[in-house]
């Protein structure tokens, strides 16, 4: 704690001073806090059975423990990636190359999307949000090297406009390593770097994909043609597997594909070509030889984010046999490090939250008692997933060898992409997961009304299975409040408890959700961590909302927790301090400017700085807990605060 700074005036900065002043940003890292020290914490353990597969003797071809070690062994053979150069793409650049006029791209963005590689628009398998019995194809805006269009749209922002440029002088320099004449090169570069800006130009914004109502467009396969006329669309369902599998899908942004029509058209086949192209080298530079990794690395670590060092290479091998091989890895790290007993503790946990919820949901003020009904009946049908999966994935028909790295990473991808298309059809998987075990995170799923916490989120600061009851229900209790809240934010208010978009809410009762939310929009868009940087209170509302309502609810299910007794005051500390401090200290965090502006245009949370003081001041028994009176810096008049859930 830092006692220079009065809790009442900067909660985060009082709880997280000293620490704030004492840490430095590991040189491979564009951020540091709670979430990427255990993250980081958690690669050695997985570094460790990564390389006990690697090294057994007795490993039977075709097992886990074979592609496991065989496809980190693939990562860490610089010698022979060095001695490959660009050979191990040379089929996909001869495929682009192969383009004999705008009537072959259907087909090869088809491909594209097959094997991972950025592609104007891609698709997905999912629920379909009106009927969730079903799964459906998904057609989405894709396309950009950069994390949002607003890098291509606002040349007055000097540091946006400087990233561009720099941009553009990156995939001159890959196409150059590529062995293309460096004044081709710079051509292609700026010719690539100007359709991408097209794309961006037609791209709906980051605050209107949030809308799924709007993004909800079913379209028969057979009136494809109206949105992009012209098109292959018979081969790119062909290739990509859909045809004979759907008889629609859902376009999410049907303004964007009948822009596509016109880039299609204005655009040279050359330039498409160059575009492909890149994408192929983009896509792989990871994987290649140290000139492609180290230029890579040069743009999207040092130039976009600010982080002045790579990972080292056991990390990145790491993360990528984490990527293909995520539940293999899982099911031994479970093994090794999750013990039972925090299963069943935080079983527990969330089924007070819930009680807590139901409870919040009965006593809310300015809520109907028809739609608290029909909240009640949503909440009712939650599913909890705890830890890891009950049935594990199958990898046994992927093949992974040890001197193929590019062949290890796209043969996994499409069997991750093979198996997403195999859903189409079948009943909905209500064992799968979203998350492996080994991921320091936790998700809400509208479509199947589900919370899931994985296994390697269930350790401090988050939850300790020995810590003061206080402590945790601040931290993982704010956590597990969080995802539930999601399934009542402004998103997933729009879903009822069987996954379906339906208006649920009675005329009034939106009205008094949307005049609640405007408020929390005007709070934090008022919130600058970067100096000319606002946060946008409209993207973030979601977050939001799921941050107030999450503490809120883990505040009421400590209570009920308590059964009428008084809290232990510990170390002069009394419980409802520990509860906020226990909430305040999983937001301790660092971040680079370079990489917090990247979060500000693309990511749906506040700065974490913002979700602990943001937070807090909308609580009421915070005021009682740390005195904050009026003139306070953290202080908010009640009629400011938001009270949603």
Request: charged residues 20%.
């Amino acid at each position: 704690m830092d006692p220079s700074v009065r809790a009442q005036d900067d909660f985060f900065a009082n709880l997280n001073g000293k620490w704030l002043a004492s840490t430095a940003i590991p040189a491979d890292k564009a951020s540091w806090g709670a979430f990427e020290k255990l993250d980081d914490d958690t690669k050695p353990q997985l570094r460790a059975i990564i390389e006990a597969a690697a090294a057994d003797t007795n490993r039977a071809p075709g097992s886990d423990a074979q592609r496991i070690g065989d496809f980190y062994a693939s990562y860490m053979d610089e010698a022979r990636l060095e001695q490959l150069g660009l050979a191990p793409l040379r089929a996909e650049l001869d495929r682009v190359a192969a383009l004999s006029g705008k009537q072959d791209i259907a087909a090869l963005i088809a491909h594209f999307n097959r094997l991972g590689f950025t592609a104007p628009y891609a698709y997905g398998v999912h629920q379909d949000n009106k009927d969730s019995t079903k799964y459906v194809a998904d057609l989405y805006q894709d396309g950009l090297g950069l994390p949002d269009r607003d890098y291509y749209l606002k040349p007055h922002d000097a540091k946006l406009a400087s990233t561009l440029a720099k941009y553009q002088q990156h995939v001159a320099r890959m196409l150059a390593l590529a062995g293309h004449g460096q004044a081709q090169a710079t051509d292609e570069a700026r010719a690539i770097v100007a359709l991408e800006t097209a794309m961006a130009k037609i791209q709906w914004t980051k605050v209107e994909l949030r809308d799924p109502v709007k993004a909800y467009n079913k379209v028969a396969l057979d009136k494809l043609p109206a949105l992009l006329p012209g098109y292959d669309w018979s081969g790119y369902l062909q290739q990509t597997g859909l045809a004979g599998k759907v008889d629609y899908v859902i376009v999410s942004q049907p303004s964007y594909l009948k822009g596509m029509a016109r880039l299609l058209e204005q655009t040279p086949l050359a330039t498409w070509q160059a575009y492909f192209r890149w994408q192929v080298i983009h896509a792989n530079a990871p994987y290649l030889s140290q000139a492609f990794a180290a230029e890579n690395f040069a743009f999207y670590g040092k130039v976009l984010s600010d982080v002045p060092e790579q990972q080292p290479r056991w990390k990145r091998a790491v993360n990528a046999t984490d990527n293909a091989l995520g539940e293999s890895l899982g099911k031994l790290y479970v093994a090794q490090h999750f013990p039972p007993e925090r299963k069943a503790r935080m079983e527990q946990l969330v089924a007070n939250l819930l009680a807590a919820y139901q409870q919040s949901i009965a006593t809310l003020d300015w809520m109907s008692s028809a739609t608290k009904e029909q909240a009640q009946a949503k909440l009712a049908k939650f599913t909890t997933k705890i830890g890891y999966p009950n049935k594990w994935r199958d990898y046994a028909k992927l093949v992974v060898t040890r001197d193929d790295l590019v062949g290890n990473v796209l043969r996994a991808t499409e069997f991750a992409y093979e198996r997403q298309l195999a859903k189409l059809g079948q009943p909905i998987d209500r064992e799968e997961w979203g998350m492996t075990p080994q991921t320091v995170n936790a998700y809400y799923n509208p479509e199947m009304n589900e919370i899931v916490f994985p296994a390697a989120i269930l350790q401090p600061p988050f939850f300790d299975a020995d810590a003061d009851d206080a402590v945790n229900y601040g931290a993982i209790g704010a956590v597990i409040g969080h995802e539930i809240s999601h399934g009542f934010d402004d998103q997933g208010a729009q879903y009822d408890g069987d996954g379906n978009l339906r208006d649920w809410w009675t005329a009034a009762d939106h009205k008094q959700f949307a005049a609640k939310s405007k408020m929390l929009v005007q709070q934090y868009s008022a919130f600058s961590p970067v100096k000319g940087y606002h946060v946008n209170g409209a993207l973030t509302l979601g977050e939001n909302i799921a941050d107030n309502s999450g503490i809120a609810i883990a505040y009421k299910a400590y209570q009920i927790a308590l059964a009428g007794q008084p809290a232990p005051v510990i170390d002069g500390l009394t419980g409802d301090q520990r509860f906020y401090m226990g909430f305040g200290q999983v937001w301790r965090s660092k971040i680079r400017d370079a990489q917090q502006i990247v979060y500000l245009k693309s990511d749906p949370h506040s700065p974490d700085r913002f979700r602990a003081n943001g937070t807090v001041r909308n609580q009421a028994p915070f005021y009682a807990a740390f005195g904050v009176k009026p003139g306070d810096k953290m202080y908010l008049p009640p009629k400011q605060r938001v009270s949603m859930w």
